[in-house]
């Protein structure tokens, strides 16, 4: 059961309208890494959680929060466009530019809001939308959700590591103090989160319940071992070979680190089989001769039989 406080986390409004900028925080809501996507794949991992208490309980706590950062976006947002001048958008279909300027109107704002997403205007009544900055949907695509603990939590890191890094270019890109006193707030959470992934990361190998490599109830033994720690040059240069994970003991404490400076490919030139007819693909080379001996037809060298 979920329960709404109408009162937001964290908030702070803009000193003035940006319907360029309010395009541009689109992203942070409806991302690849915004805030929808991680709210979905935090709360379908609690949902999905087989595990200990903890984890799911915590799971459940940051989703929720998540789903506060939204509301604090979207109302953003809608202060943003809030006065959008549509007015001045229905002149401009003649010419804005020399018409601000006649008018004594900053051409600039002109220019600026005939930029602005026409979906906040058509679509949300200059409200936000669940999509990114060029107005894609959002897609259920984004989120991670495995059963396996470690492997979800690798992945929770990598999303706030993405997340925070465009909060912190969309920082950069406003000089509005109530748009930073926000941004400001959600980065600290983000940087929370980042920290706390990797604390509940070190807390899973800790207590022995997932282990590297991920799955680590695979049995090794089916694997092939003699292959699982070396590094294999595949570009020109050598420089890899100066990386921690070339030489030394394998971060996983189970294998050693091997350099292959020329590796060697392991299997044969691929050769695929005769398409079946029915289904009036592109056929091989045509054959080369009828061999009545076997009953069978000889394809470059290829017997089939049939």
């Known amino acids: ?35 929808m996507t991680v709210m979905m794949q935090y709360l379908f991992q609690g949902w999905n959680c087989r595990g200990p208490a903890k984890y799911k309980d915590m799971l459940l706590d940051v989703g929720t929060e998540e789903i506060g950062h939204i509301e604090m976006l979207a109302t953003m947002i809608a202060h943003l466009l809030d006065k ?20 004594g109107s900053n051409p600039r704002d002109v220019i600026m809001n005939a930029a602005m997403n026409p979906q906040h205007a058509i679509v949300s009544g200059l409200g936000a939308t669940p999509s990114d900055s060029v107005g894609y949907p959002w897609n259920g695509r984004f989120i991670v959700a ?9 992945s929770n890191l990598h999303a706030e590591s993405q997340g925070r890094l465009q909060a912190v270019r969309m920082y950069e890109m406003s000089n509005d103090p109530g748009v930073r006193v926000l941004l400001s707030f959600m980065i600290a959470r983000d940087t929370m989160h980042q920290n706390q992934w990797l604390a509940a990361i070190e807390d899973l190998e800790a207590e022995g319940i997932e282990t590297t490599p991920v799955p680590g109830s695979f049995p090794l033994d089916l694997e092939k071992r003699e292959f699982a720690y070396q590094f294999w040059n595949h570009s020109e240069g050598t420089e890899s ?14 294998g050693e680190f091997e350099y292959v400076e020329n590796p060697k490919p392991l299997g044969p030139e691929p050769h ?17 001769q009828v061999n009545p001996s076997n009953g069978g037809t000889v394809v470059d060298k290829t017997v089939i039989k049939g």
């Open 1 to 35: 059961m979920f329960y709404h406080t109408k009162k937001l986390q964290y908030f702070k409004p803009p000193e003035k309208p940006d319907v360029i900028y309010a395009m541009k925080i689109q992203e942070l809501i409806g991302g690849t890494f915004g805030e």
């Open 84 to 103: 959008a001048p549509v007015k001045v958008q229905e002149e401009g279909a003649q010419d804005a530019v020399v018409g601000a300027v006649m008018g």
């Open 146 to 154: 495995s059963g396996n603990l470690l492997a979800d939590f690798r």
């Open 241 to 254: 070979s100066e990386g921690r994970w070339a030489k030394g003991p394998s971060m996983d404490g189970k």
């Open 272 to 288: 695929l089989p005769v398409a079946d007819p029915k289904l009036h693909g592109t056929p091989g080379p045509l054959p080369a």
